[in-house]
């Protein structure tokens, strides 16, 4: 599974968009690009998922370059609740995790 | 979507005992793993708890350490062998279907080793 790189920690406002990046340059043509995240003393939460094109839920959009090699998660309206480790991880959907450090987020009133 | 529960959810242990975490999801699965997380650190996958056959370890972990079994699609248990202060950890598991967008996981286990 290709590597991630992410910045160790980000400061957004309330009610502003964050906007995280990701760099996974060694990306291969079959792996997708997954974001999870990890609130205080929980279990990871997938947030949103994607291979080539831009993908957008109910949590989040995601915005992957036309080379694949960088993304970047996008919270539209950032809320206290969205302070956690952000996790970008490049997976073929076989099941298994590799997660790296992180962005840690930081949501301030 | 699965609902993973974990029991214990915390537990203090005295060196050199083993205790065994269960993992229950709520569903069948095809895919049951167990990581674990360091003060401080980001996950580490331990194993891929394989159901009917032996556990595929990741570099770094032995089976005597962390003895894992699968008896059926819906649970699966980690033992935590001869412990030191060092394996004090959260402990969690996370199970994947092959008909699912994602990984779920459980509220781990948090483990402090005397």
């Known amino acids: 599974d290709a590597k991630t790189t992410q910045p160790t920690s980000m400061d957004c406002a309330e009610g502003r968009a964050a906007n995280l990046p990701c760099n996974h340059s060694?990306?291969?043509?079959?792996?997708?690009v997954y974001w999870y995240r990890q609130i205080h003393s929980q279990g990871p939460q997938y947030i949103i998922h994607?291979?080539?094109n831009n993908e957008t839920n109910e949590m989040a959009s995601l915005i992957i370059t036309e080379d694949r090699k960088s993304s970047t998660l996008i919270l539209p309206h950032a809320t206290l609740r969205d302070t956690a480790v952000y996790y970008c991880?490049?997976?073929?959907?076989?099941?298994?995790?590799?997660f790296g450090q992180g962005t840690e987020l930081s949501v301030k009133p | 979507s699965a609902v993973i529960s974990q029991k214990p959810s915390r537990d203090i242990c005295q060196r050199g005992t083993s205790l065994t975490i269960q993992c229950q999801v709520d569903?069948?699965?095809?895919?049951m793993f167990w990581y674990r997380q360091q003060p401080g650190q980001s996950l580490t996958l331990i194993a891929t708890?394989?159901?009917?056959?032996?556990?595929?370890?990741e570099s770094g972990f032995v089976i005597d350490k962390f003895p894992i079994s699968r008896p059926n699609l819906t649970f699966s248990t980690l033992t935590v062998s001869n412990m030191s202060p060092e394996d004090s950890s959260i402990y969690l598991c996370?199970?994947?279907?092959?008909?699912?967008?994602?990984?779920?996981f459980g509220p781990g286990t948090r483990l402090t080793v005397l």
């Open positions: 060694t990306i291969s043509g079959n792996e997708y």
């Open positions: 708890a394989n159901q009917g056959s032996e556990a595929t370890y």
């Open positions: 991880i490049v997976n073929n959907q076989g099941g298994k995790l590799i």
């Open positions: 994607g291979l080539k």
């Open positions: 996370s199970a994947y279907g092959t008909s699912w967008n994602e990984q779920f």
């Open positions: 569903s069948q699965v095809t895919m």
